[in-house]
């Protein structure tokens, strides 16, 4: 009974995933021929969540002007580094002001460059 009972489950999950797969590539096929339908059913290439950098565009353009209109540069002018006097909280809710939905991790996040450990070095 109990053998019978988880055989038929497993038939019934091969099925399910047989038929998603099928229902998958259809809509895929569907969506290649019109790019307007992949938009509207929310259907991407890839299996990851888009940036947010492609969600929201100018993003980035808007953290360099608020970031750059609070700095000064170096103290002596020996470094083409800016010392930026603005809080990370500041720049969050000014671009929340613009209508930018980022977190204050995601902000700090697009802040610090992507290799910064061989900066330092």
């Known amino acids: 009974m109990l053998r019978k009972n988880l055989e038929t489950k497993q038939a019934k999950a091969a099925r399910q995933m ?3 797969h099928k229902r998958r590539l259809q809509l895929l096929e569907l969506c ?18 888009p940036s947010e ?3 929201q565009p100018g993003l980035l353009e ?16 020996r470094a083409e580094t800016l010392n930026d006097y603005q809080t990370l909280d500041d720049l969050t809710s000014e671009l929340k002001l613009m ?13 610090v460059p992507r290799n910064w450990t061989k ?3």
């Open 18 to 20: 047989k038929f998603l």
């Open 32 to 49: 290649d021929a019109n790019d307007e339908c992949s938009k509207k059913l929310c259907i991407n290439k890839t299996a990851r969540r």
């Open 53 to 55: 950098n492609v969600l």
């Open 62 to 77: 808007a953290i360099t002007e608020l970031s750059l209109r609070g700095a000064g540069a170096h103290e002596r002018r």
């Open 99 to 111: 209508g930018f939905d980022l977190s204050r991790a995601g902000t700090y996040l697009r802040l």
């Open 119 to 121: 900066i330092m070095k």
